[in-house]
Protein backbone atom coordinates (compact mmCIF):
# COMPACT_ATOMS: atom_id res chain seq x y z
CA UNK A 1 0.00 0.00 0.00
CA UNK A 2 1.49 3.55 -0.93
CA UNK A 3 2.75 6.07 1.38
CA UNK A 4 0.64 9.27 1.03
CA UNK A 5 1.18 12.98 2.74
CA UNK A 6 -0.22 16.06 1.77
CA UNK A 7 1.66 19.26 2.00
CA UNK A 8 0.92 22.66 1.50
CA UNK A 9 2.24 25.46 -1.12
CA UNK A 10 1.28 29.01 -2.02
CA UNK A 11 0.98 30.16 -5.36
CA UNK A 12 1.90 32.91 -7.44
CA UNK A 13 -1.20 33.57 -9.24
CA UNK A 14 -1.10 36.73 -11.94
CA UNK A 15 -3.31 39.11 -11.48
CA UNK A 16 -5.53 39.36 -14.43
CA UNK A 17 -6.15 35.37 -13.25
CA UNK A 18 -7.64 36.32 -9.83
CA UNK A 19 -11.51 36.47 -11.12
CA UNK A 20 -11.01 33.17 -13.55
CA UNK A 21 -9.99 31.00 -10.44
CA UNK A 22 -12.79 33.17 -8.07
CA UNK A 23 -15.37 32.07 -10.58
CA UNK A 24 -13.95 28.68 -10.81
CA UNK A 25 -14.23 28.34 -6.89
CA UNK A 26 -18.01 29.17 -6.90
CA UNK A 27 -19.05 27.10 -9.90
CA UNK A 28 -17.34 23.91 -8.49
CA UNK A 29 -19.38 25.01 -5.22
CA UNK A 30 -22.17 25.24 -6.98
CA UNK A 31 -21.76 21.65 -8.69
CA UNK A 32 -21.66 20.09 -5.58
CA UNK A 33 -24.19 22.05 -3.69
CA UNK A 34 -26.51 20.77 -6.70
CA UNK A 35 -25.19 17.08 -6.24
CA UNK A 36 -25.93 17.20 -2.70
CA UNK A 37 -29.45 18.70 -3.03
CA UNK A 38 -30.86 16.30 -5.40
CA UNK A 39 -29.17 13.49 -2.56
CA UNK A 40 -30.65 14.58 0.16
CA UNK A 41 -33.65 13.22 1.59
CA UNK A 42 -35.44 13.28 4.92
CA UNK A 43 -35.30 9.92 5.67
CA UNK A 44 -32.13 8.38 6.12
CA UNK A 45 -32.60 5.42 4.05
CA UNK A 46 -33.46 7.57 0.57
CA UNK A 47 -30.26 9.62 1.05
CA UNK A 48 -28.52 8.87 -2.53
CA UNK A 49 -24.83 8.09 -1.63
CA UNK A 50 -23.88 5.83 -4.46
CA UNK A 51 -21.79 8.11 -7.35
CA UNK A 52 -22.92 6.24 -10.00
CA UNK A 53 -27.06 7.53 -9.18
CA UNK A 54 -25.85 10.88 -8.51
CA UNK A 55 -23.56 11.34 -11.49
CA UNK A 56 -26.64 9.80 -13.94
CA UNK A 57 -29.05 12.29 -12.35
CA UNK A 58 -26.52 15.84 -12.07
CA UNK A 59 -23.86 15.18 -14.24
CA UNK A 60 -25.72 16.59 -17.67
CA UNK A 61 -27.58 19.75 -15.27
CA UNK A 62 -24.51 20.66 -13.83
CA UNK A 63 -22.45 20.69 -17.29
CA UNK A 64 -25.28 22.85 -18.29
CA UNK A 65 -25.32 25.38 -15.70
CA UNK A 66 -21.45 25.73 -15.01
CA UNK A 67 -18.78 26.50 -16.96
CA UNK A 68 -16.42 23.47 -15.04
CA UNK A 69 -14.14 21.03 -16.89
CA UNK A 70 -15.89 17.38 -16.89
CA UNK A 71 -13.45 16.28 -14.68
CA UNK A 72 -14.46 19.30 -11.64
CA UNK A 73 -18.27 18.45 -12.76
CA UNK A 74 -17.12 14.46 -11.41
CA UNK A 75 -14.75 15.97 -8.41
CA UNK A 76 -17.62 18.16 -7.27
CA UNK A 77 -19.73 14.98 -7.24
CA UNK A 78 -17.54 12.73 -5.42
CA UNK A 79 -17.24 15.58 -2.82
CA UNK A 80 -20.99 15.86 -2.52
CA UNK A 81 -21.48 11.91 -2.42
CA UNK A 82 -18.66 11.52 0.09
CA UNK A 83 -20.41 14.50 2.17
CA UNK A 84 -23.97 12.85 2.00
CA UNK A 85 -22.41 9.56 2.52
CA UNK A 86 -20.74 10.73 5.96
CA UNK A 87 -23.83 12.43 6.94
CA UNK A 88 -25.77 8.83 6.45
CA UNK A 89 -23.42 7.18 8.64
CA UNK A 90 -24.11 9.83 11.47
CA UNK A 91 -27.89 9.36 11.32
CA UNK A 92 -27.40 5.85 11.34
CA UNK A 93 -25.13 6.12 14.41
CA UNK A 94 -28.01 7.89 16.07
CA UNK A 95 -26.63 11.59 15.70
CA UNK A 96 -27.45 13.96 13.92
CA UNK A 97 -26.86 15.48 10.56
CA UNK A 98 -28.21 17.81 8.11
CA UNK A 99 -28.02 18.13 4.43
CA UNK A 100 -24.29 18.97 3.29
CA UNK A 101 -23.57 22.71 2.42
CA UNK A 102 -20.67 23.82 0.57
CA UNK A 103 -19.83 27.19 1.49
CA UNK A 104 -15.81 27.38 1.14
CA UNK A 105 -13.42 28.65 -1.75
CA UNK A 106 -11.99 25.35 -2.63
CA UNK A 107 -11.79 23.24 -6.28
CA UNK A 108 -10.56 19.47 -5.94
CA UNK A 109 -7.86 19.12 -8.92
CA UNK A 110 -7.35 14.89 -10.05
CA UNK A 111 -4.49 14.50 -12.77
CA UNK A 112 -6.27 15.87 -15.59
CA UNK A 113 -6.91 19.27 -14.09
CA UNK A 114 -3.73 20.23 -12.25
CA UNK A 115 0.05 20.01 -14.34
CA UNK A 116 2.97 19.94 -12.54
CA UNK A 117 6.28 21.21 -13.65
CA UNK A 118 9.19 22.34 -11.56
CA UNK A 119 8.36 25.87 -11.06
CA UNK A 120 4.77 26.06 -11.59
CA UNK A 121 1.53 24.39 -12.18
CA UNK A 122 -1.21 24.90 -14.63
CA UNK A 123 -4.83 24.74 -13.88
CA UNK A 124 -7.96 24.24 -15.10
CA UNK A 125 -10.68 26.89 -14.91
CA UNK A 126 -14.27 27.62 -16.52
CA UNK A 127 -12.14 29.63 -18.82
CA UNK A 128 -8.90 27.40 -20.00
CA UNK A 129 -6.03 26.87 -17.74
CA UNK A 130 -3.92 29.48 -15.54
CA UNK A 131 -0.60 29.19 -14.79
CA UNK A 132 0.71 29.73 -11.20
CA UNK A 133 4.41 29.88 -9.86
CA UNK A 134 5.51 27.79 -6.44
CA UNK A 135 6.43 29.98 -3.62
CA UNK A 136 8.48 27.51 -2.02
CA UNK A 137 10.47 27.73 0.97
CA UNK A 138 13.87 29.09 0.68
CA UNK A 139 17.30 27.69 1.92
CA UNK A 140 18.40 24.84 1.33
CA UNK A 141 17.87 23.27 4.58
CA UNK A 142 16.42 19.69 5.08
CA UNK A 143 12.82 20.45 5.51
CA UNK A 144 9.98 17.86 4.93
CA UNK A 145 8.94 20.00 2.20
CA UNK A 146 12.07 19.59 0.42
CA UNK A 147 11.78 16.10 0.79
CA UNK A 148 8.38 15.40 -0.24
CA UNK A 149 8.65 18.18 -3.15
CA UNK A 150 11.85 17.69 -4.53
CA UNK A 151 12.31 14.40 -3.97
CA UNK A 152 12.42 11.68 -6.84
CA UNK A 153 10.56 8.68 -4.93
CA UNK A 154 7.42 11.38 -4.46
CA UNK A 155 4.93 11.66 -6.94
CA UNK A 156 2.40 14.58 -6.82
CA UNK A 157 -0.91 13.34 -7.14
CA UNK A 158 -4.78 15.28 -7.18
CA UNK A 159 -5.08 18.70 -5.31
CA UNK A 160 -7.24 21.00 -3.68
CA UNK A 161 -6.93 24.62 -4.40
CA UNK A 162 -7.68 26.92 -1.44
CA UNK A 163 -8.06 30.83 -0.88
CA UNK A 164 -7.30 32.13 2.20
CA UNK A 165 -7.15 36.03 2.98
CA UNK A 166 -6.61 37.03 -0.51
CA UNK A 167 -3.81 33.97 -1.20
CA UNK A 168 -4.22 30.70 -2.97
CA UNK A 169 -3.10 27.47 -1.53
CA UNK A 170 -2.00 24.39 -3.21
CA UNK A 171 -2.75 20.89 -0.64
CA UNK A 172 -0.98 18.37 -2.73
CA UNK A 173 -1.19 14.69 -2.06
CA UNK A 174 2.13 13.15 -2.63
CA UNK A 175 2.57 9.39 -2.80
CA UNK A 176 5.76 6.67 -2.97
CA UNK A 177 5.42 2.95 -2.91
CA UNK A 178 6.72 2.00 0.95
CA UNK A 179 10.28 0.32 1.14
CA UNK A 180 10.51 -3.41 1.29
CA UNK A 181 13.56 -5.15 3.00
Known amino acids: MAVVRNIQVKLDVPGDAHSVLDETFEQFRHAAQYVAEYGWADDPTEIVTDQGDLNAATYDDVREE ?43 YGTRTITYNDDYCTLATIDGRVRAEYITPEGDADTPFKDYWHGDEWERKEATLHKRDGDYYLHVAVEKEPETD
Open 66 to 108: TGLHANHVQSARSLAADALDNCQDRIFDGEKASKPTFRGTVVV
